[in-house]
T-cell receptor, first 119, second 112 residues
């Protein structure tokens, strides 16, 4: 399967600071990237979808000014959590999907996740 | 009705047995179907995807799809303790935004 990396794997920051998380597709070009958040014992929650070169589409209830997403190239997307607060502490996971093949039957691969703790 | 439904489990099987995980979905326009495995504290890992009716086998895993019944399943043969995880069923309708719609996951426990 395809490989998606994330950096950092974990981060601890003080309340009010900003944190940037990088997501890279290592062996394929990701035309679409997704950002999820998962709290302990809960399901994955999609935060936003981004297509390369376009603005991200945010899910209802997700603050776009707080969670800045940039998908500047076919292999890199970044999520910046601005002015982080303790309630933003969570497991953030990116996911990438490649260009269509066989009439759009595209598989979606997940990165290893970034565990954010805001003190 | 949830868009994608799975039994939450836990499903407990002895080592060496066949584990059967089931999933139903409500959107008849769904086109691709995925099984992910998620270990506690880790991100989901793609195990299988299927888009045609019938069976698809990969090693100890077999995915089965029946679009008429809107049903997809995952069989794990010769279950191992290392298979103990939460298994997520996900479907996509590329004509409806192309977002993965996940079930709530089935927790599988393989007892030695």
């Amino acid at each position: 399967g395809a490989v998606v990396s994330q950096h950092p794997s974990w981060v601890i920051c003080k309340s009010g600071t900003s944190v940037k998380i990088e997501c890279r597709s290592l062996d394929f070009q990701a035309t679409t990237m997704f950002w999820y958040r998962q709290f302990p014992k809960q399901s994955l929650m999609l935060m936003a979808t981004s297509n390369e070169g376009s603005k991200a589409t945010y899910e209802q209830g997700v603050e776009k000014d707080k969670f800045l997403i940039n998908h500047a190239s076919l292999t890199l997307s970044t999520l910046t959590v601005t002015s982080a607060h303790p309630e933003d502490s969570s497991f953030y996971i990116c996911s990438a999907r490649g260009a269509p093949y066989r009439a759009g039957r595209m598989a979606q691969y997940f990165g290893p996740g970034t565990r954010l703790t805001v003190l | 009705q949830k868009e994608v439904e799975q039994n939450s489990g836990p499903l407990s099987v002895p080592e060496g047995a066949i584990a059967s995980l089931n999933c139903t979905y409500s959107d008849r326009g769904s086109q691709s179907f995925f099984w992910y495995r998620q270990y506690s504290g880790k991100s989901p890992e793609l195990i299988m995807f299927i888009y045609s009716n019938g069976d698809k086998e990969d090693g100890r895993f077999t995915a089965q799809l029946n679009k008429a019944s809107q049903y997809v399943s995952l069989l794990i043969r010769d279950s191992q303790p290392s298979d103990s995880a939460t298994y997520l069923c996900a479907v996509i309708n590329y004509n409806q935004g192309g977002k993965l719609i996940f079930g709530q996951g089935t927790e599988l426990s393989v007892k030695p």
